[in-house]
């Protein structure tokens, strides 16, 4: 029985989910009007690379929270953080895996300067507090859309289950954090055959989920600091989208209507991470967006466009770091010693 090559980024999965977002986004383009979408495009004009700094910074508070979380002795410079957040969100961008791939290749990115238990766990706590300060966001997000905003009944009807589901998820996460339940390990020990690379790492990964599970009471200050740079990075989204709203409308608006539309952004990106630069899904959903809180289809499809040209600028240096470094599937798992999935023959 012969090992089979492992596969690469790019898979039938993903031709298609982009194929089929392509299609949605040029009927999206078709249907609002190329000419409006363009002439509000021009209109960022000099705002855009300012858009494209602020995209940076928020990288920026990312890769610094990861640091904090880094458990002494060991230490990972601001700058190599910096570098492994571009490349696996680049990574993370243009294929279905989203996630699962990219936060590994942040992992693996920084291995000459950081092994990678540590390096994993510090990264395992960053993406809980993000997780946590984006539930709390598009939860704040929608309430102030529910009482704000006049809405149609089934919208208020969704907006309201969807507040409920985030509570949820928050206090299902809170509960987990106090029982500290073996969730992945126990998973590995269950669908992995005894004495294969998959049920052997459970010892390692459970290794790993005390450390996250116990992070808050050994290093209370760093929670603080990195849960701090979470909001500053909600906040400069915020920011972001304010500033393309006023270059995009002829009126400026309320500073709560581009919360309220980052908000709807950010859920987008959560829910449509597995659809590579959420094309096509984002313009249609923004729109929807934008239209509900009184701006008209086409400054959500316009919107989502300027975004994501700011994603694509910033993927493509991060895509350059994946190159030089040589970050590959095989690579990805060598570096942090992850088993390969199983196959058949």
Known sequence: MTQKEPRGWFTLPAVLSVAAGLAIFIALIWKTGPQQILEGMLRVGWMFPVIVVLGGLRFLARATAWTICVEPPQRLRVRDAFAAVLAGDALGNITPLGPVVGEPAKAAFVRPHLPPAPALTALAVENLLYSLATAVMIATGTIALLFLFDLRADVRDYSEIAVLLLAGAIAVTLV????????????????????????????????????????????????????????????????????????????????????????????????????????????????????????GTTTGVTYSIVRKARVVTWGIVGAILLVRRGITPARLRSDLELPAAPTQN
Not at 185 to 190: F, H, N
Not at 216 to 243: D, K, M, N, Q
Not at 268 to 287: D, H, R
Request: overall charge positive.
């Open 176 to 295: 987990i954090l106090w029982r500290r339940p073996a969730l992945v390990s126990r998973w590995l020990r269950v669908v992995g055959r005894p004495g294969s690379k998959l049920h052997s790492s459970s010892a390692k990964v459970r290794a790993i989920e005390e450390d996250i599970y116990s992070f808050s009471s050994r290093r209370p200050g760093a929670v603080a600091a990195a849960g701090a740079l979470e909001i500053v990075f909600h906040a400069l989204g915020v920011l972001e989208t304010h500033l393309t709203l006023v270059m995009i409308l002829p009126d400026a608006p309320p500073l709560l209507v581009s919360f309220v539309l980052e908000t709807a952004s950010r859920l987008v990106t959560v829910v449509f991470k597995f659809v590579p630069l959420q094309i096509g899904v984002a313009e249609g959903s923004l729109a929807g967006a934008t239209e509900l809180l009184g701006m």
